[in-house]
T-cell receptor, first 109, second 111 residues
Framework: GQNIDQPTEMTATEGAIVQINCTYQ??????LFWYQQHAGEAPTFLSY????GLEEKGRFSSFLSRSKGYSYLLLKELQMKDSASYLCAVRDQGYALNFGKGTSLLVTP | DAGITQSPRHKVTETGTPVTLRCHQT?????MYWYRQDPGHGLRLIHYSYGVKDTDKGEVSDGYSVSRSKTEDFLLTLESATSSQTSVYFC??????????FGPGTRLTVL
């Protein structure tokens, strides 16, 4: 089975940096995904890590440590539009994803 | 954006009635998935398909069935809807082991 944990809520200030952590315990591992979901909308893909290390994509970066079962999503230069839920998901042996419960991020002025 | 549509987008129904939700894609992706999303639970996989007529159960498949007779369509059926199936249902597609693309969702209320 899968156990994926991430904080329920976080608050950060516009222009700042925020790190959202995700820890997982899985029976198999074939990649970790981060999605962004605005209220009332569908999740949209942010990043994918399958090897250890940091993947950078503009203001967003994602880090993975497979030995520690740990990932984080780093958001820089926060903007008000970054207020959303951030979903961590792990793919095991198949193609289906197992999602954490999501982290609701509030960006304040 | 990936070409994924879901219908209906909103539905209210009564306990005990059958309900079918449709997911349609224009991307010719091999894999299709049905998830439900509920407060406090996140996204949970109901069923998925890895090809025409090839489907498998996910984490919360009880009370649901699926069919995929064409590459582009993946149907989710609630044979006899219950109030516990009130949820937002998302369809997703993928071609490879990488990212899945999600449809706009269907909000289902079972009274």
């Amino acid at each position: 089975g899968q156990n994926i944990d991430q904080p329920t809520e976080m608050t950060a200030t516009e222009g700042a940096i925020v790190q959202i952590n995700c820890t997982y315990q899985t029976s198999g591992f074939n990649g970790l995904f981060w999605y962004q979901q605005h209220a009332g909308e569908a999740p949209t893909f942010l990043s994918y890590n399958v090897l250890d290390g940091l993947e950078e994509k503009g203001r967003f970066s994602s880090f993975l440590s497979r030995s520690k079962g740990y990932s984080y999503l780093l958001l820089k230069e926060l903007q008000m539009k970054d207020s959303a839920s951030y979903l961590c998901a792990v793919r095991d042996q198949g193609y289906a994803l197992n999602f954490g419960k999501g982290t609701s991020l509030l960006v304040t002025p | 954006d990936a070409g994924i549509t879901q219908s209906p987008r909103h539905k209210v129904t009564e306990t005990g009635t059958p309900v079918t939700l449709r997911c349609h894609q224009t991307e010719n992706h091999r894999y299709m998935y049905w998830y439900r999303q509920d407060p406090g639970h996140g996204l949970r996989l109901i069923h998925y398909s890895y090809g025409v007529k090839d489907t498998d159960k996910g984490e919360v498949s009880d009370g649901y069935s699926v069919s995929r007779s064409k590459t582009e369509d993946f149907l989710l059926t609630l044979e006899s809807a219950t109030s516990s199936q009130t949820s937002v249902y998302f369809c997703a597609i993928s071609e490879s082991a990488n990212e899945q693309f999600f449809g706009p969702g269907t909000r289902l209320t079972v009274l």
